[in-house]
């Protein structure tokens, strides 16, 4: 728990926030708390610093501009699902907030949280990914900035995210005509578990040819990964399930108390066949 020498800050704006992270970049951001305190509760954290965002409005808000979608840090999984704007634009992004925990976890988890988290099985990041999203980071020293997610994750936990930044906002591209997308969560049980293995495929597609694929993978490794191997064999031609097989030279499982290495390989190679297989039928 919070021990009571912990000093909370709960700033109105983004600039105050930015703030608090220049002068003492070791404080801990707190957004929804749902990773945040089970740490904490466990004592795998103590901090001495939290910065409270909850009240920051400039963090939040769901909206179209300029052809990016623009999701604010503290959107929520539950205004994720009842967002009609990516029900259009990111439906596997809407899907996987489905998968993600209890109604009560969905109600103050945010998009934001779990990026900063940063845990392979974020059920956010194989859409995020798919999607081409961008990360905005904001400094009080450096203003804003934007990271493509393939640059975010550097390493298990680790980001892109400097001790005195903040993640500000997720930018995704307005879908394309031709865009076809599919979300597949594995777990052991159908909801509120932990990925096994995660899944988020989107291709685009011409007169039957694929002009682009995207395949991205959670919980295979230390961070999500695209299959950037099977990706490339895909484009330019129609769409063949036996390319799926091409995946062996992308991951190497990992394995944990969750599930085996063997058991995620042949999984995660079933799963994009069978979606692959769905887009011929």
């Known amino acids: 728990m919070l021990t009571s020498h912990a000093e909370v800050l709960s700033p109105r704006t983004l600039a105050e926030a930015l703030a608090v992270k220049a002068h003492h970049p070791e404080t801990v951001a707190l957004a929804g708390g749902t990773d945040l305190m089970v740490l904490i509760e466990a004592n795998k954290l103590d901090p001495s610093r939290v910065l409270n965002l909850w009240g920051v409005a400039e963090l939040r808000g769901l909206d179209a501009q300029d052809g990016w979608i623009r999701l604010g840090a503290l959107t929520t ?11 259009d634009h990111a439906p596997a992004l809407v899907e996987a907030a489905r ?5 009560q976890i969905r109600n103050r988890g ?10 392979p099985a974020g059920d956010s990041l194989p859409p995020l990914l798919a999607l081409d999203a961008v990360v905005e980071l904001g400094s009080a020293r450096r203003g804003l ?15 892109a995210l400097e001790r005195d930044e903040l993640i500000t906002a997720i930018y995704l591209p307005a879908r394309v005509d031709g865009d076809e997308t599919f979300f597949r969560k594995v777990g052991t049980r159908r909801a509120q578990s932990i990925s096994k293995l995660s899944f988020c495929g989107r291709v685009r597609r011409q007169g039957g040819q694929v002009t682009l694929a995207r395949l991205a993978f959670g919980a295979l490794g230390p961070v999500p990964l695209r299959a950037h191997t099977v990706e490339v064999a895909l484009e330019g031609g129609p769409v063949r399930p036996q390319l799926a097989e091409l995946l062996l030279n992308d991951i190497r499982p990992i394995a944990d108390v969750r599930s085996t290495a063997e058991y995620r390989q042949r999984v995660a190679v079933n799963v994009l066949r069978g979606w692959l297989e769905s887009l011929v039928g």
Request: aromatic share 10%; net charge positive; proline share 5%.
């Open 77 to 87: 999984w539950t205004e994720l699902i009842q967002s009609p704007l990516l029900a």
């Open 99 to 103: 998968t993600c925990g209890a109604a």
């Open 110 to 119: 945010t998009l934001g949280g779990n990026l900063a988290n940063a845990s």
């Open 145 to 159: 900035r934007r990271v493509p997610i393939e640059r975010f994750f550097l390493g298990y936990r680790k980001t």
